[in-house]
């Protein structure tokens, strides 16, 4: 501990002259820390990240130094809430190669996306692609199986001439049902409900999910051999695992039934497993017969993540930049419960806003807490220092950025979500660091737009919050206990707390942003 204490010590007075800090903008915290969030958005929007994946010259595409060669024969297909606008783009750079297309998306995206004025994400009416609708809810269904099938179809009848561009991202697996024969949709679905509310990992339900399934684990791939695949992928997965994202249907990954039949048993499922089940997994060997060639076929597959957490956290921190505050990305792949995150946040603030060295209990408590919210110790040990030579050398504002995807525990009935409720427990856990401009600043934001069953993607609060809230007969314990984060902060000022960006049309999981104002330093 006294090697990584070591790190934060002040350096020499010269220092201060050796950096210049951004001069930082005159608006105010609030409306910075608003346009961080929306430039983090921005850089994820699904038109503007495939653009960007896509080089073409001529009769040639270039996509993450692959070359392909276009000869009429480009065929698309896709599944994610973000497909939509990610295929009208493909379109307009590809069309005049393209062959057809059928693309799963979620039921009622193209009115939802008319009325939105996002009509440059939706296709032209002469468009080559098929659009099928369903998943309701987010949940599998006969329209979204129909949609699958008509996926396999078109990759079936696919020539070693052919190129498959496969566009993915968040919602993929739901838009994309296959069961295996004679498993019917309805009992798959059950199947990993049970899992779901037993408490299985997201891995554990991949598993069992792939086994189950003609096209996820790497089975579209399979169908559309010998033909070319790229899969473009926008993921809203922690640590972007290939395998996870819509539970990797161009990632080849052969489950076996031991393996699936020791998950189903952990959680005591075993017993009440369907016939159709029950067969499938009794089989013996893969899911489907390869042929010739295909168990090197990892030359003919190409995955490429386009768009993650991490793209949207480096344009975000670009933009604070241009704001006047020095960014820092701490971590991509915080998840855990939302008390917990909250402390870690807290206790991040406290040691930036600290004028001088902060205790070293401080520093032990951040490090404690890091692996229990998926922060690694290393990237903690280089926030504290970036932060303590900010103290030391006086580089001005910071802007500290972080994503992921925590969780909360459901004690209420009340209507809410994981940013708003982690932004008001932030907010308590900054109650004595001041208030801005002299303290500082916390963002939590859904970058879908959506936080919960409610229009707010999260909302900003400050070490204002507590006593804002009681001055206005708002008893912050009681709408936590409840679970009731959105009720209260639309019910606190108007609702000016709130971030409500509306329809984003993409997803890379949340955008947690502190905001640190300039600290006066003590010289002696």
Same mark, same amino acid.
């Given at each position: 501990?006294? %090697?990584?204490?070591?790190?934060?010590?002040?350096?020499?007075?010269?220092?201060?002259?050796?950096?210049?800090?951004?001069?930082?903008?005159?608006?105010?915290?609030?409306?910075?820390?608003?346009?961080?969030?929306?430039?983090?958005?921005?850089?994820?929007?699904?038109?503007?990240?495939?653009?960007?994946?896509?080089?073409?010259?001529?009769?040639?595409?270039?996509?993450?130094?692959?070359?392909?060669?276009?000869?009429?024969?480009?065929?698309?297909?896709?599944?994610?809430?973000?497909?939509?606008?990610?295929?009208?783009?493909?379109?307009?750079?590809?069309?005049?190669?393209?062959?057809?297309?059928?693309?799963?998306?979620?039921?009622?995206?193209?009115?939802?996306?008319?009325?939105?004025?996002?009509?440059?994400?939706?296709?032209?009416?002469?468009?080559?692609?098929?659009?099928?609708?369903?998943?309701?809810?987010?949940?599998?269904?006969?329209?979204?199986?129909?949609?699958?099938?008509?996926?396999?179809?078109?990759?079936?009848? *696919?020539?070693?001439?052919?190129? *498959?561009?496969?566009?993915?991202?968040?919602?993929?697996?739901?838009?994309?049902?296959?069961?295996?024969?004679?498993?019917?949709?309805?009992?798959?679905?059950?199947?990993? %409900?049970?899992?779901?509310?037993?408490?299985?990992?997201?891995?554990?339900?991949?598993?069992?999910?792939?086994?189950?399934?003609?096209?996820?684990?790497?089975?579209?791939?399979?169908?559309?051999?010998?033909?070319?695949?790229?899969?473009?992928?926008?993921?809203?997965?922690?640590?972007?695992?290939?395998?996870?994202?819509?539970?990797?249907?161009?990632?080849?990954?052969?489950?076996?039934?031991?393996?699936?039949?020791?998950?189903?048993?952990?959680?005591?499922?075993?017993?009440?497993?369907?016939?159709?089940?029950?067969?499938?997994?009794?089989?013996?060997?893969? %899911?489907?017969?390869?042929?010739?060639?295909?168990?090197?076929?990892?030359?003919?597959?190409?995955? =490429?993540?386009?768009?993650?957490?991490?793209?949207?956290?480096?344009?975000?921190?670009?933009?604070?930049?241009?704001?006047?505050?020095?960014?820092?990305? =701490?971590?991509?792949?915080?998840?855990?419960?939302?008390?917990?995150?909250?402390?870690?946040?807290?206790?991040?603030?406290?040691?930036?806003?600290?004028?001088?060295?902060?205790?070293?209990?401080?520093?032990?408590?951040?490090? %404690?807490?890091?692996?229990?919210?998926?922060?690694?110790?290393?990237?903690?040990?280089?926030?504290?220092?970036?932060?303590?030579?900010?103290?030391?050398?006086?580089?001005?504002?910071?802007? &500290?950025?972080?994503?992921?995807?925590?969780?909360?525990?459901?004690?209420?009935?009340?209507?809410?979500?994981?940013?708003?409720?982690?932004?008001?427990?932030?907010?308590?856990?900054?109650?004595?660091?001041?208030?801005?401009?002299?303290?500082?600043?916390?963002?939590?934001?859904?970058?879908?737009?959506?936080?919960?069953?409610?229009?707010?993607?999260?909302?900003?609060?400050?070490?204002?919050?507590?006593?804002?809230?009681?001055?206005?007969?708002?008893?912050?314990?009681?709408?936590?206990?409840?679970?009731?984060?959105?009720?209260?902060?639309?019910?606190?000022?108007?609702?000016?707390?709130?971030?409500?960006?509306?329809?984003?049309?993409?997803?890379?999981?949340?955008?947690?942003?502190? &905001?640190?104002?300039?600290?006066?330093?003590?010289?002696?």
């Amino acid at each position: 501990m006294a %090697r990584v204490l070591s790190l934060f010590r002040p350096q020499p007075f010269l220092a201060l002259i050796r950096r210049r800090k951004p001069p930082l903008c005159k608006m105010s915290m609030d409306s910075s820390a608003r346009l961080v969030f929306a430039a983090a958005v921005e850089a994820v929007q699904p038109d503007t990240i495939v653009r960007q994946s896509i080089d073409r010259k001529e009769d040639s595409v270039s996509i993450d130094g692959h070359k392909f060669t276009l000869k009429h024969n480009l065929h698309l297909v896709g599944f994610g809430k973000a497909v939509l606008g990610m295929a009208a783009e493909a379109e307009k750079i590809l069309g005049d190669h393209l062959v057809k297309g059928v693309i799963s998306v979620p039921k009622g995206i193209q009115q939802t996306l008319q009325e939105h004025g996002k009509g440059h994400l939706l296709l032209k009416e002469n468009s080559r692609i098929k659009v099928m609708e369903g998943a309701k809810n987010n949940l599998p269904d006969a329209d979204a199986q129909k949609a699958a099938e008509g996926i396999k179809q078109l990759a079936s009848e *696919l020539t070693e001439n052919d190129i *498959l561009l496969v566009l993915i991202s968040g919602g993929g697996s739901a838009l994309l049902p296959a069961p295996l024969p004679p498993i019917s949709l309805v009992e798959k679905l059950d199947v990993t %409900r049970k899992l779901a509310a037993a408490g299985a990992t997201i891995q554990e339900l991949n598993t069992v999910r792939r086994a189950l399934s003609f096209l996820k684990g790497g089975g579209l791939a399979h169908f559309a051999h010998p033909a070319k695949v790229v899969a473009l992928i926008l993921s809203d997965v922690i640590g972007d695992p290939l395998d996870l994202i819509a539970s990797g249907p161009t990632v080849r990954g052969e489950v076996w039934s031991e393996e699936v039949l020791s998950v189903l048993e952990r959680y005591k499922l075993l017993n009440s497993l369907p016939c159709s089940i029950k067969e499938v997994l009794g089989r013996t060997g893969p %899911r489907w017969k390869e042929t010739k060639g295909e168990s090197t076929s990892s030359q003919y597959v190409h995955n =490429v993540v386009i768009g993650s957490n991490l793209v949207a956290l480096m344009c975000a921190g670009r933009r604070a930049r241009e704001l006047g505050f020095r960014p820092v990305v =701490v971590a991509t792949g915080v998840c855990g419960d939302v008390r917990s995150v909250s402390r870690l946040y807290g206790l991040l603030a406290r040691f930036a806003c600290s004028r001088e060295e902060p205790p070293p209990e401080i520093a032990a408590e951040i490090l %404690r807490l890091g692996p229990e919210v998926g922060v690694e110790s290393w990237d903690l040990c280089r926030t504290m220092q970036v932060l303590g030579e900010g103290r030391t050398e006086g580089w001005g504002a910071t802007c &500290l950025l972080a994503g992921g995807e925590p969780t909360v525990e459901l004690t209420g009935m009340g209507r809410g979500g994981r940013n708003q409720e982690l932004a008001m427990r932030v907010g308590l856990e900054l109650r004595d660091l001041g208030i801005p401009p002299n303290g500082p600043v916390f963002l939590s934001g859904g970058t879908d737009g959506q936080d919960g069953p409610t229009e707010a993607a999260g909302a900003i609060t400050d070490g204002g919050l507590y006593e804002e809230a009681q001055a206005q007969g708002l008893h912050i314990e009681t709408f936590l206990n409840n679970n009731d984060s959105y009720t209260f902060f639309s019910s606190l000022s108007a609702g000016k707390r709130l971030l409500v960006p509306g329809l984003t049309c993409t997803n890379v999981m949340d955008v947690h942003m502190l &905001l640190i104002p300039p600290i006066p330093i003590t010289i002696r």
